[in-house]
């Protein structure tokens, strides 16, 4: 072998060896893309009457410490067996997040509108679910508030502008009126006090950008042609609202607040959570509205029941129901 040969096979060896740990170094030094964030706003259609109806995934919370949300205390042993039982999760209350829409011919309408879109990607799923059913923004002709706080409000505006200019703006004067009273009274409820400052003057600055569209409605008040009809149901806020959806002889009540667990909040109608701004009116329109349902035998929609949401009331004992969901339906 030539020393020509040699050095020249020996330079391109080292010269590969080089390259090869540069290249490892480089792997090292440059992390990995991270992983695109998990977003699912699942959608489930299905039908009232002649109106066809959406249910909404915006995305999903965990309320921690679990038990510890929830009241009366003495309770907590009770509540945590039937979690036990029922084979639930017991680090805390998963919370979900359903919107409902409905369409009829050209007219879109929507109960609450989420978290709207933000840097968490847990939540804010609604815009692209919109998207996925060839709904625009600007479809929306009717957008309804149960009551105001961050999980229910926060999607009626984008980019501090109204997310569905075309659209109607309904709550309740109650609601309007606690949330503008020089100091809204939050002193029977038992959620955190240290956050309800920044809750105020945020939902002050939501409200005042809905204004130009905003309408209010009282109990009984029906629109959309008379198929969506509001029922006052304080406790949970002033004015927590409900929605009754009638088309052709089928009918959906919408209970949005009224239950934010499937069993904690219908196994005992007298516990609450500590989002209750008053405990014990919540429990007073908890009962009302529970025993109608279950005497009229009514198709009920939740907002924080699991996804899609849609079920019944069966009968346990007094004060005591099972939340007995609707079997999922494809068209058959």
């Known amino acids: 072998?030539?020393?020509?040969?040699?050095?020249?096979?020996?330079?391109?060896?080292?010269?590969?060896?080089?390259?090869?740990?540069?290249?490892?170094?480089?792997?090292?030094?440059?992390?990995?893309?991270?992983?695109?964030?998990?977003?699912?706003p699942s959608i489930y259609r299905f039908n009232i009457g002649e109106i066809e109806a959406f249910s909404i995934s915006d995305g999903h919370s965990l309320i921690r410490p679990a038990m510890g949300m929830m009241h009366p205390e003495i309770?907590?042993?009770?509540?945590?067996?039937?979690?036990?039982?029922?084979?639930?999760?017991?680090?805390?209350?998963?919370?979900?997040?359903?919107?409902?829409?409905?369409?009829?011919?050209?007219?879109?309408?929507?109960?609450?509108a989420g978290f709207g879109k933000g840097g968490n990607s847990n939540w804010g799923?609604?815009?692209?679910?919109?998207?996925?059913?060839?709904?625009?923004?600007?479809?929306?002709?009717?957008?309804?508030?149960?009551?105001?706080?961050?999980?229910?409000?926060?999607?009626?505006?984008l980019n501090d502008a109204i997310a569905f200019p075309n659209a109607e703006f309904y709550c309740t004067q109650e609601e309007l009126d606690f949330w503008?009273?020089?100091?809204?009274?939050?002193s029977k409820s038992k959620r955190d006090k240290g956050e309800l400052p920044g809750l105020t003057r945020d939902n002050r600055k939501r409200f005042d950008i809905l204004k130009p569209n905003t309408k209010t409605l009282k109990h009984g008040s029906s629109v959309w042609g008379g198929d969506i009809t509001l029922e006052l149901a304080p406790g949970h806020t002033a004015g927590h609202a409900i929605f009754r959806i009638q088309s052709k002889g089928e009918s959906l009540l919408h209970i949005m607040d009224l239950a934010h667990h499937h069993l904690l909040m219908f196994e005992n109608v007298n516990w609450t959570i500590a989002f209750d701004h008053d405990p014990e009116l919540a429990v007073v329109t908890r009962k009302k509205v529970y025993a109608q349902a279950l005497s009229e035998k009514t198709r009920l929609y939740g907002f924080?029941?699991?996804?899609?949401?849609?079920?019944?009331?069966?009968?346990?004992?007094?004060?005591?129901?099972?939340?007995?969901?609707?079997?999922?339906?494809?068209?058959?």
């Open 1 to 40: 072998m030539s020393s020509h040969s040699w050095s020249r096979r020996a330079f391109l060896a080292s010269s590969a060896a080089l390259f090869s740990q540069a290249g490892t170094a480089a792997a090292q030094e440059t992390p990995a893309p991270a992983a695109a964030p998990f977003r699912n």
């Open 304 to 332: 924080h029941l699991p996804w899609p949401a849609i079920g019944h009331l069966g009968p346990k004992s007094a004060d005591s129901y099972v939340w007995i969901p609707e079997r999922f339906s494809w068209g058959s």
């Open 125 to 157: 799923w609604f815009f692209d679910a919109l998207d996925a059913i060839n709904i625009k923004r600007e479809d929306v002709t009717a957008a309804f508030l149960s009551h105001a706080h961050i999980d229910h409000i926060a999607g009626f505006v």
């Open 75 to 112: 309770d907590r042993p009770v509540m945590q067996k039937i979690m036990e039982d029922n084979f639930e999760r017991l680090d805390g209350i998963p919370l979900y997040v359903n919107i409902l829409v409905l369409r009829k011919g050209k007219e879109v309408a929507i109960f609450d």
């Open 180 to 186: 503008f009273t020089k100091e809204p009274d939050f």
